[in-house]
């Protein structure tokens, strides 16, 4: 049995390697999860997932993947065709939403338009009856920990985008939920006060240690983010990873070709048992098992060769169709030998090169990496 196979196996009992190889309890166990809104397509094919305590983790697919439809039924807005969802060992299908003690942002982080800030944010408080002095308290704390002390009076059409999000977030936040729920949070924002709000939640995450599940289309912010994302296909989930894995060893040629740029060649496993690519001949890599692969190379991975010992290397010729300047770095776009080619290299390392060109790309050969076709 592989690591791989071994980590399957007691993510299906719920269980996970802690840090001295004793086996700990998901905090949040997500099995088999269905959901079929027509009762005839799946919009949640049997997702599951175990999701440990303070972990803080990103759901990442495109649009119309099913992360919404997961969270909500997290949440208890949508009940599941089929499978379970245990928090600290509880089924919770039978809770109602507001006994689940868990805090959502909504897609469309709607605020209650004629109540002031203060009375949004209090508003869960007042729904599980806490004394008046109490929520009052508790709503300017919750205001002052994303930085709105001083709008506690302001209706939602007084304030920004941005405020109206921070809004949204104490709200989750105030009744100290078990589990935060942020769907695409800061999706309408701008660039610097999106970064701004990540940091801002990073912050919070830190200080208060609540179980995170943050909904993204954005795969950076997934990536710098979070402790683990689960990449979303088609009401699936593909890989469920720390982020560097989902970079650098994709589970699947989709969530290869979705998170970051790639270049994919395919493999082959020749008579003699070699591996073989297409345009390249014959590859010295370690073989996993099976006969065809989807080899993954990352673009920034390849470089301009410009003589030397081959040694590790592959090296092909490549004639550039198109030059993408980033400023920091250069696209080059091109091919050769029957492959289409895309390799990033440093803007200072491309001065002399130019569309037409004819140049040799070298990689490190143990930078390609093998999934199973
Ligand atoms: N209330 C609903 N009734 C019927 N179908 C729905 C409903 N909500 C979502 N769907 C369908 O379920 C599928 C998954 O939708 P979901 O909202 O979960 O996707 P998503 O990954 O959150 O997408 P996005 O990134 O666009 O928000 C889609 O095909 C969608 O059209
Ligand atoms: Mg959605």
């Given at each position: 049995m592989t690591a791989l196979d071994s980590r399957a196996n007691s993510a299906a009992r719920g269980m996970l390697a802690g840090e001295n190889g004793t086996m700990t309890k998901a905090y949040l166990e997500i099995r088999d999860l269905v959901k079929s809104y027509d009762g005839?397509?799946?919009?949640?094919r049997g997702i599951s997932l175990d999701i440990q305590k303070g972990e803080f983790v990103s759901f990442l697919?495109?649009?119309?993947?099913?992360k919404t439809t997961t969270l909500m039924m997290v949440a208890g807005f949508e009940k599941p065709t089929a499978g379970s969802i245990r928090l600290g060992g509880r089924e919770i299908a039978p809770v109602p939403p507001h006994q689940r003690n868990i805090g959502m942002v909504f897609q469309?982080?709607?605020?209650?338009?004629?109540?002031?800030a203060a009375e949004n944010v209090g508003f869960p408080l007042r729904m599980r009856k806490r004394p008046a002095a109490e929520i009052a308290k508790r709503a300017r704390d919750a205001l002052a920990m994303v930085g709105l002390a001083d709008f506690a009076g302001r209706q939602p059409r007084e304030l920004s985008g941005g405020q109206q999000q921070r809004v949204a977030l104490a709200r989750a936040l105030v009744f100290e939920p078990d589990v935060l729920l942020l769907d695409e949070?800061?999706?309408?924002?701008?660039k610097n006060l999106r970064e701004h709000m990540q940091v801002e939640i990073k912050r919070i995450h830190r200080e208060l240690g609540i179980t995170t599940i943050y909904v993204t289309h954005d795969q950076t912010e997934a990536m710098t983010m979070s402790d683990r994302i689960a990449v979303f296909s088609q009401g699936a989930v593909e890989q469920f990873a720390p982020p560097l894995d989902v970079y650098?060893?994709?589970?699947?040629r989709f969530v290869g070709g979705f998170v970051g740029d790639s270049n994919f060649l395919d493999v082959t496993r020749g008579t003699d048992g070699g591996l073989t690519a297409a345009g390249l001949g014959a590859l010295d890599l370690p073989a996993p098992e099976g006969d065809r692969f989807h080899g993954l190379i990352r673009p920034e991975a390849i470089g301009v060769w410009r003589g030397g010992?081959?040694?590790?290397h592959c090296i092909v010729s490549f004639t550039v169709e198109a030059l993408v300047n980033y400023g920091d770095s250069v696209l080059l776009i091109g091919g050769g030998h029957g492959l289409s080619l895309r390799a990033r290299i440093p803007f200072v390392q491309a001065t002399d090169i130019h569309e037409g060109n004819t140049l040799q790309l070298a990689w490190r050969r143990r930078d390609m990496h093998l999934i199973p076709a």
């Open positions: 005839w397509q799946k919009a949640v697919g495109p649009s119309g993947s099913g469309n982080y709607a605020l209650f338009p004629h109540m002031t949070p800061l999706g309408a924002l701008d650098l060893r994709p589970a699947t010992e081959a040694g590790e």
